[in-house]
């Protein structure tokens, strides 16, 4: 089985863990930019049997461009159709409820997913590429595979 936690998103994050046949593993990237390499991403998983995922459920908020909204709510839409054509077993799971559990006694923060995740899980690079900043979108991506994990 694999766990794996998405934070939607351009500047979003995919992350994962599998126990498969007395091996195991975690990871994290960045959002792939196009829907083709979001496929090729996520269907490397298939070969370690059922997929859990755990995506940040997500509304529009207000003030927020319309172009802006309908840019993200159709990238939902082709991460959920992407989701479903691979058969994972999709949970949505708003950002308050993975917060309340995984960043339990800190200010539930960008930072404090960061820290959170360079402290259980120092393997998933949260500077990929040339960045000098911690990717937020790897980290809370990570957080939800590690509630999810623990669910």
Not at 123 to 132: H, Q, S, T, V
């Amino acid at each position: 089985m694999v766990i794996v936690g998405i934070d939607p998103g351009q500047k979003g994050g995919i992350a994962w863990y599998y126990d498969h046949v007395k091996s195991f593993g975690h990871g994290g990237m960045a959002m792939p930019p196009t829907p083709r390499q979001i496929f090729l991403a996520l269907q490397v998983f298939k070969s370690y049997g059922d997929m859990r995922v755990f995506i940040e459920k997500c509304h529009s908020m207000p003030k927020q461009g319309v172009a802006s909204t309908f840019a993200f709510g159709k990238g939902i839409g082709i991460l959920m159709g992407i989701l479903t054509a691979l058969e994972a077993e999709i949970n949505e799971i708003p950002p308050q409820a993975w917060k309340k559990i995984v960043l339990a006694g800190t200010d539930k923060s960008k930072d404090a997913a960061i820290l959170f995740v360079e402290n259980h899980y120092p393997a998933i690079d949260l500077f990929p590429g040339k960045c000098r900043k911690a990717q937020d979108g790897i980290a809370d991506a990570a957080c939800l595979m590690h509630y999810g994990l623990n669910q």
